[in-house]
């Protein structure tokens, strides 16, 4: 059954085993950004938009998108994450916003996913949203900011 | 109590009533790419990754991740979707992966929040997956492609 | 085997086969009450409260809720809901929020659970927003206030 | 771009960082009521209802919902808990059915949310498996009756 | 990029298309038993477990299972199931008990998957309520029995 | 209320508490197999399945259901798993493919379940994507292997 050591050499899907590592706190940042019409984001920031407070909506679906990263991830672990706080910086000149989400825990894992997953879902709710005045908004530069705590120590971005 | 009618007036959060529209065939093609170095892209092709199959694994997370849409996004209608496809076009000079979900219904509403659903989970799936060993990979360009069916008739995006 | 037969009687949990109903336009309205003090009343209107727009989340939070009603109540249908539509009336005087909740189908059987979940989540999340200023919240008065559709015909509470 | 710290200002949605605080011991008791027809309390406490076993099915909603409470109550942590126990208290004079929800966890945060998220379901579920008998059937009085554990101490509602 | 093309004629995941496929009455009808020492029968006949009525609650994580089963199984399209049926058959001379699961659409495609997973968890739940006492417990014989409705007809199983 | 003490004595559905326990490494192996037609075994085996990698979604499906646990059987309590393995035997002889799952969390409660439903959707996922061309395929044997960790010290199942 050769084919199936195969297989198995190529993995397939293989969870880390995170059993021996060290609770310890883990932080990361993750950033992602939403371009639009001008209009589409003069609509937002006035809050003109039909379906209601953008950004508002887009802050708590981030963070429960967060809090389900390991059902959205196959391989990733259940954490409880400590912290997830979503901030908003809108380039009024580019018609982008700039998401950034922070995700703390105190876990054997990091949570560059939980952070990232928060941006995604924030980005994919602004373009819910927005879709019936704008359907050629775009998700940009989804990208981890920086990592900090456990053994591979911090990661910090640093091409912008 | 004029602060609640200016909240009502805002919209706050407002699901949009589709009980009066017709069940038709929707369909929705989202796309967007993940860019990594081009040793990643390399062990990516080659099964080289340590935590498996990459694009099997991604793949899966999309198509499930579609069928998590409304509970992701927080004023999507729940719809019975009747097909999910999601196809990888390794971009081999760029180093990037594109990611394409077409998703069909026969309901009162379109699949563009699904595709473009399945497309971002796909995407971080792949960074998952990867980022033990590249940890500025950069998910792009997410955006809906085409989109058809339904009382505002078909809508295909111009720029590429 | 008599103790079973006579489980069989009792029931233990039968779900209602609804396949020989026909699809029809459901609508339900379901009421609920938040009581707090005075100050707390105050604060929640004036956006005072810490952890943000509480009405804007209980809104969303409500929304979200009635999509999941089929996993959160054992015996009910899953069903596609086609509106979700939550309003809050702030009664000063009896330092009281009040939440309606209407839904609306196009199925086979009614969304009066689908209704009271959305109110019941909703004031759940008053209550969460806001119990770090009053552990005191008390949620009140639960209940369908009209139903309509489907073969029972239309349901309207007699008693206010 | 003031409208936006404004915004920041009101909070829209803020988790609380938790990652300071100490995991210890935290226990949360919470009631609510379910109010119906004499003949509806009647047919419940002799197991009449064609839906099946009432209490039996509402204890168990309660306590898959206590652990579903982060997924639905948008700011709260997930949280892991240790215990969930669900009594019926019947007032027979009144045709009323008393739920009292003991939650317990090991954690940074307490657990009112899961003890009231645990009676609300555990009511609608009731509600639910009744309301082809009694439609007036009303939720009362949820609220949290203690609380231990954690830096803020103890709470005991003094109103009964 | 020919390891690309072999991925997709390998499939890798597809959902099968079930757009053009017509909405009709599905039945599907599965059966699993849990094999168990003489003394466990006992116990839960006699109600005797500690954690409670041992089917009582098997049947409701079963009926709850059903709903699920789009998110587990993943290619397995969503729909709304109509009714789900489950009954314990309780063979006392092998000390086993049988469970049945019949499900019930109005859909597009069978539902096999939701009433093999009923089964499968209903099995699961009567493990885990009694794994105290019986760790030895065997889940056996999870088959599909009979399906009906749709193009491909009806499906009897002929060995039992 | 005499039917009522009866009920609590019955236990209706009890969660063990689990707060005075020490949080300690547990593991947990549980296996099952899927019994196919000779033809269907070598299909799989040679990737001919038009819905794609059989063995390949199987794995995730376990993986991802592992994590579910506590939502799927009623009174577990959720834990975060630490590592999730899972691996297929293929038993050409007797066409049956074999699978083993490998639970590990550092928690106050084993981790038998999560093995146990790893095992089990996995099974059912081979199901899914084998019948459209075996219809019989039986799935048998789900139990678990061994266990170790906690008060309860180490089991290991004799009889294989």
């Known amino acids: 059954m050769e084919g199936f050591s195969h297989l198995d050499k190529e993995g397939k899907a293989k969870m880390v085993d995170i059993s021996e590592k060290a609770p310890t706190l883990r932080v990361a940042v993750a ?3 939403v371009r639009m019409k001008a209009e589409t984001f003069r609509k937002i ?3 003109e938009i039909a379906k209601g407070d953008v950004l508002g909506v887009s802050k708590i679906a981030g963070i429960m998108a967060a809090k ?3 059902h959205l991830i196959p391989l990733c672990h259940p954490i409880n994450i400590t912290d ?3 901030t908003f910086i809108p380039l009024e000149e ?3 916003i700039e998401i950034q989400a922070e995700v703390k825990t105190l876990d054997r894992t990091g949570v560059e996913m939980e952070a ?3 941006v995604s879902v924030a980005a994919l709710t602004i373009y819910d949203m927005c879709k019936a005045v704008d359907k050629e908004m775009e998700i940009e530069g989804i990208r981890l ?3 900090s705590g456990g053994r591979s120590g911090t990661f910090e971005r640093k091409q912008p």
Chains 1, 2, 3, 4, 5, 6 share one sequence.
Request: proline share 0%; net charge positive.
């Open 31 to 33: 950033s992602g950004t």
């Open 45 to 47: 920031m006035g809050h």
């Open 68 to 70: 389900k990263t390991s």
């Open 84 to 86: 997830v706080s979503i």
């Open 94 to 96: 580019e018609s982008r």
């Open 116 to 118: 990232l997953t928060a």
């Open 145 to 147: 900011l920086k990592k």
